[in-house]
């Protein structure tokens, strides 16, 4: 399984290959550079034997949603001093220190307590932590994020917190959209991040597209994309009734 020492490029070394040249093509074909799109490779449920994989193949930033499952891969994965990690899940109260400590980035900012938290419990001699707030961009009952018309008002006070650094704005598409409704959901958010620039916050990402909706994404304007199943291949269900796909 473990093909490091073999000259052959193993199955998750080759799709990531695949997967980078598809964003960088994305990129090109919506007319914008084909380095402005950072790939975020969404390893959440898979072992951290596969991150080293995909990490030799030259991939550094990595996307995790399970906290206490993260906790584990950072331990395993200490010799790898230059990996970047992104949670791109829900942060519980009793699980900020943690993340203050080890995260380089969090996608998902829903509420200010939890930024607070962040804000206190990162050690003073690493940088702020970059952070988005995570926008429900469907008003969708079961998905956290804020509201979209509450969005520039809770990064606006995240923005005034010491040792945190709002980087932009991050929605997850509502599921079997359409590509107008992709779209739409999408603009909405180019329009989000506009509105908080002119409200004096310099933010300058937009995190949004995952192996379904990537290159509609990076044609409205996604600076980071989460990609998981696409590098990784298919995680076993956490949920009943997902299972079609
Ligand atoms: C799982 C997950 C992804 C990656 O999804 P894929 O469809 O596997 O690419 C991206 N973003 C978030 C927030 C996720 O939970």
């Given at each position: 399984?473990?093909?490091?020492?073999?000259?052959?490029?193993?199955?998750?070394?080759?799709?990531?290959?695949?997967?980078?040249?598809?964003?960088?093509?994305?990129?090109?074909?919506?007319?914008?550079?084909?380095?402005?799109?950072?790939?975020?490779?969404?390893?959440?449920?898979?072992?951290?034997?596969?991150?080293?994989?995909?990490?030799?193949?030259?991939?550094?930033?990595?996307?995790?949603?399970?906290?206490?499952?993260?906790?584990?891969?950072?331990?395993?994965?200490?010799?790898?001093?230059?990996?970047?990690?992104?949670?791109?899940?829900?942060?519980?109260?009793?699980?900020?220190?943690?993340?203050?400590?080890?995260?380089?980035?969090?996608?998902?900012?829903?509420?200010?307590?939890?930024a607070?938290?962040?804000?206190?419990?990162?050690?003073?001699?690493?940088?702020?932590?970059?952070?988005?707030?995570?926008?429900?961009?469907?008003?969708?009952?079961?998905?956290?994020?804020?509201?979209?018309?509450?969005?520039?008002?809770?990064?606006?006070e995240v923005a005034?917190?010491?040792?945190?650094?709002v980087?932009?704005?991050?929605?997850?598409?509502?599921?079997?959209?359409?590509?107008?409704?992709?779209?739409?959901?999408?603009?909405?958010?180019?329009?989000?991040?506009?509105?908080?620039?002119?409200?004096?916050?310099?933010?300058?990402?937009?995190?949004?597209?995952?192996?379904?909706?990537?290159?509609?994404?990076?044609?409205?304007?996604?600076?980071?994309?989460?990609?998981?199943?696409?590098?990784?291949?298919?995680?076993?269900?956490?949920?009943?009734?997902?299972?079609?796909?």
């Amino acid at each position: 399984m473990n093909g490091l020492k073999e000259k052959t490029m193993s199955v998750l070394q080759q799709n990531y290959q695949d997967v980078n040249r598809a964003v960088k093509q994305a990129a090109e074909a919506a007319g914008r550079p084909a380095n402005a799109v950072k790939l975020v490779a969404v390893s959440k449920t898979f072992p951290a034997d596969d991150i080293r994989e995909v990490y030799a193949a030259g991939q550094r930033d990595f996307g995790e949603n399970y906290i206490q499952e993260w906790f584990e891969k950072t331990e395993t994965l200490a010799d790898l001093p230059d990996i970047v990690w992104h949670v791109i899940g829900d942060v519980q109260s009793n699980k900020t220190k943690f993340v203050a400590e080890r995260a380089h980035w969090v996608h998902t900012i829903g509420r200010l307590k939890t930024a607070r938290r962040l804000s206190e419990q990162r050690p003073s001699e690493m940088p702020p932590l970059q952070v988005c707030i995570e926008v429900n961009i469907a008003a969708e009952e079961a998905k956290h994020g804020v509201a979209p018309d509450e969005a520039v008002a809770l990064a606006l006070e995240v923005a005034k917190l010491p040792n945190i650094k709002v980087r932009g704005l991050m929605c997850v598409a509502k599921a079997d959209s359409s590509d107008d409704e992709l779209r739409s959901q999408f603009h909405t958010m180019q329009r989000l991040l506009a509105e908080l620039n002119a409200a004096g916050v310099e933010a300058d990402v937009l995190s949004m597209g995952m192996s379904g909706d990537m290159p509609i994404a990076v044609e409205c304007g996604a600076t980071h994309v989460r990609i998981g199943s696409a590098i990784f291949g298919r995680r076993e269900q956490k949920q009943k009734g997902e299972g079609s796909q």
